[in-house]
């Protein structure tokens, strides 16, 4: 079993390298931590020797157990190279793949646009909707583009479905109706409350809130005036 302090002997060299680095648990995290979270995450394995290095990138304003993964990507090593703990050449080939490949990537994924420009790449076709689809509710809301926000609202309404089912994991009554209804009601502050209280509430559960910025949503900055 991966321990805390394999992972520690791994990571902290790497804060001493970069001062944008912060590690907290398992998630080496990349600061600031504002609405975007950007991790290089160690997974243990069903062997006491591997390990799994993924780096995730998604946002914080939804309910922690509703939180999305917009991209994903598992560290691979160079050939000949294996995620073992007991293999000498570890250390730096994981420095290495890391500091060239994942880091640059990371720290350029910094508002909600970077987001939504970063899933394009992996994009398929999408059906009418899907779950990660209506996950993007809530960026379009956050990043202030309330045309593809009503938009996907408009489609729900239209085309309704057994939210019980469980593919749906609770998303209509957790997410949706909250954020749609609002939106219905042009209730911005609402909306607003209700995106900071996820955020906050979600990072307090990721153990990041002594690291959290409050920063305004574009929501905020570009509303719409109150006639």
């Not at 799994?52 to 598992?74: D, L, N, S």
């Not at 994981?94 to 646009?113: K, M, S, W």
């Not at 790449?121 to 379009?140: F, G, I, N």
């Not at 409050?214 to 570009?222: A, C, K, R």
Request: aromatic share 10%; charged share 25%.
């Amino acid at each position: 079993m991966t321990t805390r302090k394999q992972i520690d002997k791994l990571l902290k060299p790497l804060l001493a390298r970069h001062n944008d680095l912060a590690l907290v648990g398992r998630m080496l995290t990349i600061k600031p931590v504002r609405h975007i979270h950007r991790v290089l995450a160690i997974y243990p394995s069903s062997s006491a020797d591997w390990f799994h290095p993924e780096w995730p990138i998604t946002h914080y304003c939804v309910p922690r157990k509703q939180i999305p993964f917009y991209f994903m990507e598992r560290l691979r090593p160079e050939r000949g190279i294996r995620w073992l703990w007991n293999e000498p050449a570890m250390p730096e080939a994981f420095y290495d793949v890391f500091e060239n490949q994942a880091l640059p990537l990371l720290r350029n994924v910094v508002t909600f646009d970077d987001l939504l420009r970063l899933k394009s790449k992996e994009a398929r076709e999408p059906p009418l909707w899907d779950y990660v689809t209506l996950q993007e509710l809530t960026v379009h809301l956050a990043r202030g583009d309330l045309g593809s926000a009503r938009k996907i609202c408009r489609l729900i309404t239209e085309h309704p479905v057994d939210w019980s089912a469980p593919q749906w994991n609770g998303i209509h009554e957790a997410i949706i109706e909250p954020l749609c209804s609002r939106l219905r009601r042009d209730d911005f502050d609402g909306l607003t409350n209700l995106l900071r209280d996820w955020e906050f509430s979600t990072v307090q559960a990721l153990k990041l809130d002594k690291l959290w910025e409050p920063t305004q949503f574009p929501l905020e900055v570009s509303r719409p005036p109150i006639s």
